[in-house]
């Protein structure tokens, strides 16, 4: 599968998805105009790839400063996703990671976390850069 670089805009997230590396990443703000358009074809390529691993060890950055509610639940969708390839016998890492100092991501990241039972869900610090 062909990895997937999307550059980070003013209201879209930087998503870098290397699929043979088992390295995926989302980072900024994400609160583009149309979700659907903007996320669809990443996630339905992420869906796939996921599924289709057997014992393999993937990792996901998140390191977002806002999203809106419309991202929360693409959020919400990977986060399922990742949950379920785990499930499936893979070795799943997720790193939320947020600035020290903003209380709200680091809180939003908890929560996130606390519904996955299979996947290591870690919260991790930051400085700014």
């Given at each position: 599968?062909?990895?997937?670089?999307?550059?980070?805009?003013?209201?879209a997230p930087e998503l870098r998805f290397d699929f043979a590396a088992q390295r995926f990443s989302m980072k900024g703000e994400?609160?583009?105009?149309?979700?659907?358009?903007?996320?669809?074809?990443?996630?339905?390529?992420?869906?796939?790839?996921?599924?289709?691993?057997?014992?393999?060890?993937?990792?996901?950055?998140?390191?977002?400063?806002?999203?809106?509610?419309?991202?929360?639940?693409?959020?919400?969708?990977?986060?399922?996703?990742?949950?379920?390839?785990?499930?499936?016998?893979?070795?799943?890492?997720?790193?939320?990671?947020?600035?020290?100092?903003?209380?709200?991501?680091?809180?939003?990241?908890?929560?996130?976390?606390?519904?996955?039972?299979?996947?290591?869900?870690?919260?991790v610090e930051v400085e700014e850069a």
């Amino acid at each position: 599968m062909e990895n997937i670089v999307i550059e980070a805009t003013e209201r879209a997230p930087e998503l870098r998805f290397d699929f043979a590396a088992q390295r995926f990443s989302m980072k900024g703000e994400s609160y583009p105009e149309d979700v659907s358009a903007f996320f669809g074809a990443p996630i339905e390529s992420l869906q796939s790839h996921l599924r289709a691993q057997e014992g393999a060890a993937i990792t996901f950055d998140f390191e977002l400063v806002y999203f809106n509610s419309s991202s929360a639940k693409v959020l919400m969708r990977i986060f399922d996703m990742l949950e379920e390839a785990a499930s499936n016998g893979n070795t799943v890492v997720i790193n939320w990671r947020h600035l020290a100092d903003d209380d709200n991501m680091a809180e939003l990241g908890e929560e996130f976390g606390e519904d996955l039972e299979e996947a290591e869900f870690n919260l991790v610090e930051v400085e700014e850069a």
